[in-house]
Every structure is written in C-alpha cells, then in structure tokens.
C-alpha cells in the first residue's frame, strides 16, 4: 500500500499508518484512533507535524464516490480540490459517459466553473511568468470551450454556481450571467477566504 499517513514524534521518530487507495481518498480511516495512538519509540502522545499521501484521482474513485452521496474527497473545499488541469479530461469522461449522481454532476460542472474563474481574470497577473498566463489563458478556454458544447449541463447547475464565478465564467461559456443571489453559501464563503 502507497497510502500513508506519517506522523513525526518530537524524538524524532515517525510511525507509519498505511491505509488502502479508498481509505485515503476519502478520509475512510479513523482519526481518533490515528491521532490517540502514541509514539511507537517514546510514548508520547502528541505530534509534531504529520503528512498524508492521497491518490491521484482516477476513474475508479471518481465513479465511486459519484454514485455514493456519503464520499467525500474532502469534507471541505471539495471543489477547490478537483479543480485542477490534470483532472479536466477525467472530469469531461464522467459527466459525458457515465452514470452519477445528479448532485455529483454538479460538483463537477462547478469545478470546471472554476478552473475558468481561476486562469482567467485579473488573478493571473501576480507574480506569475507571462508564459505561465498564457498557459493557464488556454487551459480556461479549453474548459469554456468544452462547456460551451455541454451549455444544458452548465444551466442545470446554475443555481448552485456562486455568483462571482458564474459572473467571470458563463460570459466564457457563451451563457448570460444575471446576477441571483446565490452568494450566501458556505461554498462561497470559503472561495472567498481561498481567494484572498
Ligand atoms: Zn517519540
């Protein structure tokens, strides 16, 4: 098993706890029993520090967890978690050509919504190489592209799109933003407190 959590003792010891490909993916393990078990050298109790390997996401856990309302990725940020370029062609395969949830759908229609808001806009401009705005540019009319051809999943997902993001990413998609309101969730609150 790949899949670990290390913890590092203050005697500089580290004890291993290994955990399957689902374990890890969705935080399956036990974490009182994990944080309550005491260093395997010296017996303390607390930790230093401590680092996790998580699998890359793939076909098998994407579909698992699409048709599974009870699996997260992560209990939080979920949805910041996926957006990344290298989850885009998986992410296209699942909503075109396999049986989710219909929730699990819009997660991921709000995540590629996402990939658009983030490489896009004036957040790319900080201190970042012009090569990589460019690269990031292409990859958010890759996605928009994409979406364009997919607009009747996008609008079933709309109510559940922030605002701010659905403002920076339908105009891309070729949709028309109006502003609703739908800014109070927690999901926007917690983009906000990422974003800043
Ligand atoms: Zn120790």
Known sequence: MKYKLIKICKCGNRDEIRFTKRE????LYDTKEVWDSKC???????????????????????????????????????????????NIDLILDIIDNHKILDHKRIILVEVLCVLIY????????????????????KMAARVANELKSRKK??????????????????????LKYSETNNG???????LKYYFQ
């Open 153 to 174: 999943l996008v609008l079933l997902a709309e109510s559940w799109i922030m605002d701010y993001i659905k403002e920076r990413a339908f105009p891309k998609i070729g």
């Open 118 to 137: 983030d490489n896009s806009g004036e957040l790319i401009d900080k201190e970042i190489k012009l090569k990589e705005v460019e690269n990031r540019s």
């Open 24 to 27: 890890a993916a969705f935080d």
């Open 184 to 190: 109070k969730s927690s999901f926007w609150s917690k």
């Open 40 to 86: 395997s050298k010296c017996g303390e109790k607390k930790w230093l520090s401590s680092q996790v390997t998580k699998p890359e996401f793939d076909k098998e856990l994407m579909l698992e967890w699409g048709n599974n309302i009870d699996l997260f990725f992560e209990e939080q940020d979920e949805e910041l978690m996926l957006a990344e370029e290298k």
